[in-house]
């Protein structure tokens, strides 16, 4: 398939996780992809240099997306440089996890900031650019742990549930410019950002998963390459679990 010819996409955190496998993939469909990171310089050169080998074609951009003057830029310099932005994808997050009681006004600030003012930083700046062309998709990533609550991420589930806040907001306020705004949840994915787990964490995880396995963040790619493409024209305002079934109603 090569749903994304001509499209110019960004991908925010793409430097490794999850990031990287969206990237990679709507390069393999023909986007152009710009890679944002905000520290991990080789990582991101390593994903644009995997882009590029399989006959992709790639740029990095590094910007803090918690920064609204450096998400701001980056946007107007990916708009300038190919004269659209069709694709957003707002990947990057962190977590600070801890309990309540331990937690500190710094850990809630930065997961705030990263995870939900990010994706406000960059959309801002994406919404003039796609309303001028009317289109534009912009995919959040979101967590199974905004949708159930996860104990010792209050900083982390309250940022992703308003992630999923913004994007119903946000999906009716572009529409009509044919702009869409969808989200995805993704379950238990191993990255560097969920780390190693101790034996009985990792089983107590596990049980809850009805699926009975972890995701790959290909899998993840698969739900953005969709909600990116024109086969989800009519799809806006929705946030797709892709988690094994963990948040099944
Ligand atoms: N893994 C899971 O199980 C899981 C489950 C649900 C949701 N998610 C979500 O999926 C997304 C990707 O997670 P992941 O597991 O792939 O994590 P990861 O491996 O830790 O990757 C996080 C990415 O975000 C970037 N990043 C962090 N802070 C940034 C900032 N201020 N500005 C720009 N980039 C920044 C990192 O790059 P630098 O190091 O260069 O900053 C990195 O590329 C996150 O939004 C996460 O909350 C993950």
């Given amino acids: 398939m090569n749903r994304f010819t001509d499209k110019i996409a960004l991908v925010t955190g793409a430097s490794r996780g999850i990031g990287r496998a969206i990237a990679i993939r709507m390069a393999s469909e023909g986007a152009h992809v710009v890679v944002n990171y905000a520290r991990d310089v080789d990582g991101a050169n390593s994903v644009v240099a ?19 003057d450096a998400a701001t830029t980056m946007i107007k310099a990916v708009t300038k440089e190919h004269g659209k932005l069709d694709v957003l994808v707002n990947n990057a997050g962190t977590t600070r996890d801890q309990l309540i009681l331990k937690m500190s ?13 990010g994706v406000f930083n960059c959309s801002k700046p994406a919404v003039r650019a796609m309303m001028r ?5 912009i995919i959040n990533i979101t967590s199974v742990s905004g949708v159930l609550g996860n104990a010792g991420q ?10 999923i806040g913004f994007t119903r907001a ?4 572009v529409a009509a410019r044919s702009i869409t705004v969808n989200a995805i949840a993704p379950g238990f994915i191993p990255t560097k950002l969920t780390g190693e787990m ?10 809850m998963i009805p699926l009975s396995r972890w995701g790959d963040p290909e899998e993840i790619a698969n739900a953005v390459a969709f909600l990116a493409s024109d086969e989800a024209a009519y799809i806006t305002g929705q946030t797709l679990n892709v988690d094994g079934g963990m948040a099944i109603g």
């Avoid at 995997?50 to 609204?68: K, P, T």
């Avoid at 982390?156 to 549930?161: D, P, T």
């Avoid at 946000?170 to 306020?173: G, I, T």
């Fill in 105 to 117: 006004e710094d850990d809630w600030d930065t997961v705030m900031r990263i995870n939900l003012k």
């Fill in 154 to 163: 209050t900083n982390y589930s309250a940022s992703k549930a308003g992630v």
């Fill in 50 to 68: 995997d882009i590029e080998a399989a006959g992709g074609s790639a740029s990095v951009y590094q910007a803090d997306v918690s920064d609204l």
């Fill in 198 to 207: 101790p034996e009985d964490l990792r089983d107590a995880t596990l049980a």
């Fill in 133 to 137: 062309k009317r289109y534009g998709r």
């Fill in 170 to 173: 946000l999906a009716r306020e």
